[in-house]
């Protein structure tokens, strides 16, 4: 099994955690309802909407479905080879960076695409540009996923939250037989899941009243926070 990937060279992973977090949140929203119709980075949601598809009879969109989740996957697996197992130090946090710049890359690509598809306030796309827009969305996502999986010695996701409220469960309940009341590393492990839930959370809020108000040019927010972490990495990296 791979190692996490390391975190991109910033003094705080948990502001990190957070900004890549909503921005995940945010392309998921916008993305579902208005482009693509299917989650960007929430692939357990695909796969129970895949499975309603099914069931349902509509192949359109259970091809669409499936494609988001191969495609994540591909993203994945290309980020994890950008930073895979045995990197350290400097040139671990070189590929998390050159990860970072993949998604930056996709999501800029997407925005264009989004709009020159569906338009500034059009309906979700269909047909074969539907898919498209999912490939470009979804390896976005799979590349970030890898990007930072710890914050300290806290596991964490940024692009789906059912581990991060399954670890908050088990957190909190451990907390509350902890003869002493809960101890300092289980206080900070439940701020850290806290803040990466609440971040995706709002994030898909700010990204749907974004969307509200000005349509697709939404996906404009993921893109800055994805491209202001990049930055923020490369101009702490050491020289």
């Known amino acids: 099994m791979t190692e996490p990937t390391a975190t991109p060279a910033l003094g705080h992973p948990l502001a990190v955690a957070a900004v890549l977090t909503a921005a995940a949140g945010a392309a998921d929203a916008i993305c579902y309802v208005g482009v693509t119709g299917v989650f960007t980075a929430n692939m357990s949601g695909n796969a129970v909407l895949l499975g309603i598809g099914i069931g349902e009879g509509r192949p ?7 494609l988001s989740l191969v495609s994540f996957a591909v993203g994945v697996g290309l980020a994890a080879v950008l930073g895979r197992a045995g990197a350290r130090g400097a040139i671990a946090e070189r590929r ?3 990860a970072l710049g993949v998604e930056a890359v996709l999501l800029a690509v997407l925005v264009p ?6 338009g500034a306030h059009g309906d979700p796309a269909t047909g074969p540009w539907r898919g498209v827009l999912i490939v470009i969305a979804t390896l976005a996502m799979g590349a970030q996923t890898v990007v ?13 939250t059912s581990g991060v409220m399954a670890s908050i469960g088990e957190a909190a309940a451990l907390a509350t037989v902890d003869h002493d009341g809960p101890s300092a590393p289980r206080r900070g492990h439940l701020v850290v ?7 995706y959370v709002g994030g898909a809020a700010a990204g749907t009243a974004l969307h509200r108000g000005v349509g697709t040019w939404a996906l404009l927010a993921p893109l800055v926070a ?4 990049a930055v923020a990495a ?3 990296r050491p020289r």
Not at 60 to 66: C, F, I, R
Not at 113 to 118: E, G, T, Y
């Open 60 to 66: 359109a969109d259970s091809l669409a479905l499936a």
């Open 96 to 98: 998390s960076t050159r």
């Open 113 to 118: 695409a989004s709009l020159a598809v569906v």
């Open 148 to 160: 930072l999986r710890r914050v300290g010695d806290t596991a964490i996701s940024t692009t789906y």
């Open 193 to 199: 899941l806290g803040t990466v839930l609440v971040a």
């Open 226 to 229: 994805v491209v202001a972490v």
């Open 234 to 236: 490369l101009a702490a």
